[in-house]
């Protein structure tokens, strides 16, 4: 999963820094952090639809914020998410993701 979170972070950053550097020319730039979306998949899984999002309500959040903000978690479960890896400590948000992942690995065994 390292490799995953690590691209994560450099793909925010690298919205935020494309967003002040191309702002001058007229143009915008937005990272989208959505979460789980809402799809078959999801919904075959523990999670269900309960941590998911409706890609619909992505797309509409992510057109009105465009120009305004570089980076946007659409829904209150994904700002949650967002707020937690900023400001709690790394160990917790270590703890957390290892629980998430392993009922996503145990919910990949049941679907195989």
Same mark, same amino acid.
């Given at each position: 999963?390292?490799?995953?979170? $690590?691209?994560?972070? *450099?793909? !925010? ?5 494309? &967003?002040?550097? /191309?702002? @001058?020319?007229? =143009? ?31 797309? $509409?959040?992510?057109? *009105?914020? !465009? ?5 946007? &978690?659409?829904? /209150?479960? @994904?700002?949650? =998410? ?31």
């Amino acid at each position: 999963m390292e490799p995953l979170c $690590r691209d994560q972070g *450099a793909y !925010l950053l690298l919205a935020e820094g494309l &967003a002040k550097e /191309l702002k @001058p020319s007229g =143009i915008d730039v937005l990272a989208l952090v959505p979460g789980f979306m809402k799809t078959e998949l999801m919904t075959l899984t523990v999670f269900g639809d309960f941590l998911a999002i409706d890609p619909n309500k992505v797309a $509409r959040v992510g057109l *009105a914020k !465009l120009g305004k903000k570089p980076v946007v &978690a659409p829904g /209150l479960r @994904p700002q949650m =998410i967002a707020f937690s890896t900023r400001w709690l400590p790394r160990w917790i948000n270590t703890l957390i993701f290892d629980q998430v992942v392993a009922r996503a690995h145990r919910s990949a065994s049941v679907l195989q």
